[in-house]
């Protein structure tokens, strides 16, 4: 069984590693950098992403974690695709530079513009929409090379697949269906 | 469960508490404030007028914050921004939902507009946390649609004893509903003045519908960390922060403490070099009347 770390400094967590077990992975909560020896893969999860920034920096996360990203498997969601990117605007804010993106953060609004949305014409192997939960979310603004978009929500990319990584800004952690959490398992001994 | 706590508008306002788990919630009267918060890992501000210790020394009525403060906090960071509406007071509640905060707190910290009645919170889309003393308290404010609980603590005082009764009280409810039979439920709706559904959630589940955060004493990192262990799922600090001798310390201090909650070498890194807490009060030696934490029911 793969053993998946998920970042455990803030955020949606505990949501992730429950998504991860039922996808049939072991979830292990990650808050040091020596946490990260022997995971397969890693998880971003949704949250803060200052503070999740913050607390890397408290604990000297931020090399380790970008090392860990550069060998092996990273799949980001939210905050965790703003902590990915190689750009962030809205406010310009450092980042682990592990995908060639660009991404805007709070770029529909504020909480009232959070929302829940089904995602139609995906590329995720054909089968029925997917459920996304967009929570003060960003907006992708540029994919760069190696990136394929594989669903797009009012024209922007909402998840995209970097072949080694996978970033959504929507929240597949809080919905039911695995199969986005199933794609990143694929992704992993690769 | 009703369609409630399944509909999309419910869940996008549980899915923003989701996102705040496992973080710090700073109380902040100004940008400055906020931007200190932020700076030190905060995940959110709650916006005010005055932090509960000086509400407590001042008195007189303490309402929902000025919009210009409320604005300038929301102008100065990146991060959700909560502000304060007197218990029941609706129509304050709707002022913030026009101007767009991100969470709403119905708050015992402020004087209580309606001593019987709280905002019927369904009707707004912004969603709203509530404070609680056990769990009737807890499936009542989530039964008027709250998508967060906090326990009440004793706001202002310095002192987690309070914080730590009601997160002990509401736990300890919840560990006894899930062992009893589904005929007793009905006699435990009555006893704890809930609605059954939510009894049944809780029966199910062994927790609230949406998650659970403490608030209302924390003052020193070891203070957050307890609430943690006792079971909260992030934390609310007022007057803990910037009544202490060296805010921008003591909030860094109060983060890492917080996510390394379980990690006695973390809490004690974390405690180390901090200045002086805040000034505490004794709550026994309080007098019935200046305790916050009995407003609302």
């Keep these: 069984m793969p053993v998946v770390g998920v970042l455990a400094l803030q955020g949606d967590f505990e949501a992730h590693a429950g998504a991860l077990q039922r996808a049939g992975a072991r979830a292990v909560e990650v808050r040091k950098a020596e946490e990260l020896e022997g995971i397969d893969g890693l998880v971003i999860p949704g949250g803060e992403s200052t503070s999740m920034l913050k607390l890397m920096d408290y604990y000297n996360l931020f090399e380790p ?10 799949f980001g969601t939210c905050a965790g695709a703003i ?35 089904e995602l139609t014409g995906h590329a995720l192997g054909g089968g029925p929409a997917l459920e996304a ?6 907006i992708i603004r540029r994919v760069g090379d190696g990136g394929q978009v594989l669903a797009s929500y009012q024209g922007d990319p909402v998840l995209v697949d970097f072949g080694q990584h996978l ?24 | 469960m009703s369609n409630m706590y399944l509909d999309e508008g419910f869940r996008v306002k549980v899915g923003l508490a989701e996102m705040l788990k496992g973080g710090v919630i700073m109380d902040v009267t100004d940008a400055k404030q906020a931007e200190i918060a932020e700076k030190a890992g905060a995940c959110a501000v709650m916006a005010l007028e005055r932090v509960p210790a000086d509400i407590r020394k001042e008195g007189g009525v303490a309402r929902m914050a000025a919009i210009s403060k409320i604005r300038e906090i929301m102008a100065s960071t990146s991060i959700p921004v909560m502000a304060k509406v007197r218990i029941g007071h609706f129509a304050e509640a709707r002022v913030l939902e026009a101007l767009e905060v991100d969470y709403i707190d119905e708050s015992e910290v402020l004087t209580p507009a309606d001593e019987e ?53 509401i736990v300890k409810e919840m560990k006894q509903i899930t062992v009893l ?35 209302g004493g924390i003052a020193t990192p070891a ?14 600090v007022g007057s803990g922060i910037f009544k202490s001798s060296d805010p921008e310390k003591r909030a860094k201090a109060i983060v890492k403490a917080n996510t390394h909650y379980n990690d006695p070498k973390g809490v004690l890194e974390a405690s180390e070099e901090l200045g002086d807490a805040m000034p505490g009060l004794d709550v026994r030696q309080m007098d019935e009347s200046q305790l916050l934490q009995t407003r609302g029911w």
């Design chain 1, 83 to 117: 902590l990915m990117a190689a750009e962030v605007l809205n406010p310009s804010q450092r980042s682990l530079d592990l995908l060639d993106l660009t991404v805007e953060r709070n770029a529909y609004g504020r909480q009232l513009d959070s929302r829940v949305t």
């Design chain 1, 65 to 74: 974690l970008r090392e860990f990203g550069l060998k092996k498997p990273v």
């Design chain 2, 117 to 169: 009645h709280h905002i019927w919170k369904r009707d707004f889309k912004v969603p709203f946390v509530c404070g609680c003393r056990n769990l009737g308290e807890a499936l009542r404010r989530i039964a008027e649609g709250a998508a967060m609980i906090r326990t009440k603590g004793e706001a202002g005082s310095g002192n987690i004893v309070e914080a730590v009764r009601h997160m002990r009280t």
């Design chain 2, 223 to 236: 203070d957050a960390a307890l609430a943690r262990l006792l079971g909260a799922e992030a934390v609310f």
């Design chain 1, 133 to 138: 939960v967009f929570i003060r979310a960003p």
């Design chain 1, 167 to 190: 970033v959504a800004t929507f929240h597949p952690e809080l919905s039911a269906d695995l199969r986005i959490h199933q794609r990143f398992l694929e992704k992993l001994g690769n």
């Design chain 2, 181 to 215: 039979g589904q005929e007793e439920l009905v006699a435990e709706s009555k006893r704890l003045q809930a609605p059954l559904e939510l009894v049944e959630y809780v029966h199910k589940h062994g927790k609230l519908p949406v998650p659970n955060f403490s608030a």
